[in-house]
């Protein structure tokens, strides 16, 4: 048994662990772990206060898959609900659907019976949206921002490359040896109205089969749509290779996407017998993990596999 997450994880790890310690399943331990970190203010990439769109609306995506039955489910772009894990885990069980956006997603997390958050900002996390957007636009422009025609525009002058990659990955093998992974997140920071990355995408930023492992990736969203990372590791360990091998060849499979805007990728994966890695695109970056036998989560480096930055 065992829980692995991404270092933002930490606020949740405890929790997930706990759930595996008592009998409980991979998919209760990482809804349980996850619904910590949307709900944490000082995480600016996951669930309440992240980082909005352009127009200064957060929106929400999500997804979750169970590897024993490779059921899953995801929402996207959804607005005035906080816990987009748990919308996501109830598309799963609930419908006959995988994944739910914009409008459909926040009607059926109603139906589900969440709460509405009237507010999902805190100030000062608006006003670094409007300060982002305040070198090139006067207080009228930005109050009125929603109805120019030319946002696209804008959205490629408020991009911020720091603050377009953040997400939360947990990854949790339970007794019985089934897997489970879920990813949520904010998204990209100032990103255009209804931009989906790969968080929601099965296959791109989430992926677990547990006769062969998981990953979850967090970074370029649009990259791993493109090279479909998730998958193509746990297929790599399909095929054989190792989890390192797996985890290594997938991070190379990015270098061969050409065209603007490559940037940085993170993942961890973890084989069928509970093995885990961590691995990135730049020096620096770190991953956890628990098991139940631990008091508390343990940091560890992730393994770095560059890919050349492109930009703009």
């Known amino acids: ?87 996501a885990r109830q598309v799963m069980e609930q419908l006959p659907h995988v994944l739910l956006v914009g409008d459909g997603a926040s009607r059926f997390a109603a139906e589900m019976g969440h709460p509405p958050q009237a507010e999902m900002l805190l100030q000062e996390t608006r006003d670094v949206w ?81 006769r062969y492992g998981a990953a979850a990736c967090t970074g370029m969203g649009e990259m791993a749509i493109r090279a479909s990372t998730t998958h193509s590791l746990v297929f790599y360990m399909k095929m054989g290779l190792s989890l390192a091998e797996a985890s290594e060849r997938a991070m190379k499979d990015l270098r061969d996407l050409d065209g603007r805007f490559i940037s940085v990728m993170n993942l961890v994966a973890i084989d069928k017998n509970g093995n885990h890695v961590g691995y990135s695109s730049v020096d620096g970056r770190t991953y956890i993990y628990q098991t139940p036998d631990m008091p508390d989560c343990e940091e560890l480096p992730r393994t770095v596999v560059p890919i050349p930055p492109r930009w703009g």
């Not at 008592?22 to 600016?44: C, F, K, S, Y």
């Not at 024993?68 to 005035?80: D, F, I, L, N, P």
């Open 1 to 87: 048994m065992i829980v692995v997450a991404s270092s933002n994880g930490r606020i949740g790890i405890n929790a997930a662990t706990e759930i595996l310690r008592q009998g409980g399943t991979a998919v209760d331990a990482v809804e349980a772990g996850i619904r910590l970190v949307e709900a944490n203010p000082e995480d600016h990439t996951v669930g309440f206060n992240g980082y909005p769109n352009i127009l200064g609306e957060i929106e929400l995506d999500a997804s979750i898959m169970n590897g024993r039955t490779m059921e899953s489910g995801a929402v996207g772009a959804m607005k005035g609900y906080l816990h987009a894990i748990t919308v």
């Open 130 to 210: 409007r300060n982002r957007l305040q070198p090139e636009m006067s207080d009228a422009e930005v109050a009125q921002i929603a109805e120019r025609a030319d946002l696209s525009r804008w959205v490629q002058l408020a991009t911020d490359p720091e603050r377009a990659k953040g997400t939360v990955n947990f990854i949790a093998q339970d007794k019985d040896g089934n897997i489970c992974t879920g990813v949520s997140t904010s998204g990209w920071a100032w990103k255009y109205p209804g931009r989906l990355g790969d968080s929601p995408i099965i296959g791109a930023g989430n992926y677990a089969d547990s």
